[in-house]
């Protein structure tokens, strides 16, 4: 699929992704594309934030590709079932293990257990060996659950601004391949 036939909504985690954040960058690159805006970035509540990003799925005038980050990766598999018809693919990044206490804050748990069954729509979940959030095996754990392809993206922290990920132009390009796959 090419961008231009596509809604692109990026959904942010936890705090939101500040203007250095790759996925605010990504986003004013691509002229479809715009951001799920939760009410409360510093206290998310997962049936708030699920509500508000099937909302805004619901208004799209295109095909849905979604693009998450950490806690929005969460939401968007909350979400998944609620979606499938109109989300064509979700590009998934650093997904927290809201599961694992010793990971996340106890505000974040409100997110768990993470779904385990297949998601309804083609997804890919690009994850670190080195993200605090998540460990390795688990990212590879929920990929197999949800059926999709995981990326290794090597050494790379939580792939966010704070682990050196500013614009992330590997992120890019991978992006344009499943893109082209879709």
């Not at 500040?18 to 479809?32: E, Y």
């Not at 979400?79 to 599961?99: I, N």
Request: net charge negative; aromatic share 8%; charged share 25%.
């Amino acid at each position: 699929m090419k961008i231009s036939e596509v809604e692109t909504l990026f959904v942010a985690g936890w705090k939101g992704s500040g203007p250095n954040h790759w996925q605010s960058r990504w986003q004013a690159k691509l002229s479809t594309a715009r951001r799920v805006e939760q009410k409360d970035w510093e206290n998310p509540k997962l049936d708030d934030w699920v509500e508000q990003l099937v909302r805004d799925v619901e208004r799209a005038s295109k095909p849905v590709v979604l693009v998450a980050h950490s806690l929005g990766v969460a939401t968007v598999v909350h979400a998944a079932p609620r979606m499938q018809h109109w989300v064509k693919g979700a590009y998934l990044v650093a997904c927290p293990d809201v599961d694992d206490s010793s990971r996340v804050p106890e505000s974040l748990r409100d997110f768990g257990p993470l779904p385990t069954s297949p998601l309804p729509f083609k997804a890919q979940l690009t994850a670190s060996r080195s993200d605090p959030y998540c460990s390795w095996d688990r990212a590879q754990q929920l990929a197999g659950h949800w059926g999709i392809l995981l990326q290794d993206a090597g050494e790379s922290g939580h792939l966010n601004e704070e682990s050196g990920q500013g614009p992330w132009p590997e992120g890019l390009i991978s992006f344009a391949h499943f893109m082209k796959a879709l």
